[in-house]
T-cell receptor, first 114, second 113 residues
Framework: DTEVTQTPKHLVMGMTNKKSLKCEQHMGHRAMYWYKQKAKKPPELMFVYSYEKLSINESVPSRFSPECPNSSLLNLHLHALQPEDSALYLC?????????????FGPGTRLTVL | GENVEQHPSTLSVQEGDSAVIKCTYS??????FPWYKQELGKRPQLIIDIRSNVGEKKDQRIAVTLNKTAKHFSLHITETQPEDSAVYFC????????????FGAGTRLFVKA
């Protein structure tokens, strides 16, 4: 398996809902990332997990809660989101190659908050 | 904070011409510079990258150059084809307490047949 997968592909949720995004890779990568991408904008880093530990949190609101249950799986739990949180949420992973950060992206989850 | 500037924001070329996209970065600790191609509705795909200990790298029609002193790096696409049309993002990455990648704003490339 040589790619990053994400589920669901699309998600529509209300502001009071609780939902989760899932990301999986079986390439032996030990760093995993969540990015948010708005239309016509670059990906914005949200969280970085390195060896299943949260190493970077880019001051993301607490309504986004990441979780890394094991080295292959990354979740993003969503609660009480706002309409402006509607975006493409991309997961990425990178191998444990020491100093360099070659990232591979999943196809993304397109989230709409009503 | 760290910043990556990318120019131009839009680039239109005739099929067969060359295209050049330029980026500058602010964090002198950056040591890895990937370029991603993103087609509409698709994921960003890594097309080429360069490490800080290298000045130039080429892969078929694509080449990247890095000037560490000036903190500039550029993407060169030769013999452009309509299927090269996409948004291209440059990025700069550091490994200080965790990998962090900052993306440029993107260049929308149109290749006219």
């Amino acid at each position: 398996d040589t790619e990053v997968t994400q589920t669901p592909k699309h998600l529509v949720m209300g502001m009071t809902n609780k939902k989760s995004l899932k990301c999986e890779q079986h390439m032996g990568h030990r760093a995993m990332y969540w990015y948010k991408q708005k239309a016509k904008k670059p990906p914005e880093l949200m969280f970085v997990y390195s060896y299943e530990k949260l190493s970077i949190n880019e001051s993301v609101p607490s309504r986004f809660s990441p979780e890394c249950p094991n080295s292959s799986l990354l979740n993003l739990h969503l609660h009480a989101l706002q309409p402006e949180d509607s975006a493409l949420y991309l997961c990425a992973s990178s191998p444990p190659s020491g100093s360099y950060n070659e990232q591979f992206f999943g196809p993304g989850t397109r989230l709409t908050v009503l | 904070g760290e910043n990556v500037e990318q120019h131009p924001s839009t680039l239109s070329v005739q099929e067969g011409d060359s295209a050049v996209i330029k980026c500058t970065y602010s964090d002198s600790a950056s040591n890895y510079f990937p370029w991603y191609k993103q087609e509409l509705g698709k994921r960003p795909q890594l097309i080429i990258d360069i490490r800080s200990n290298v000045g130039e790298k080429k892969d078929q029609r694509i080449a990247v150059t890095l000037n560490k002193t000036a903190k500039h790096f550029s993407l060169h696409i030769t013999e452009t084809q309509p299927e090269d049309s996409a948004v291209y993002f440059c990025a700069a990455s550091t490994n200080t307490g965790g990998f962090k990648t900052i993306f440029g704003a993107g260049t929308r490339l149109f290749v006219k047949a």
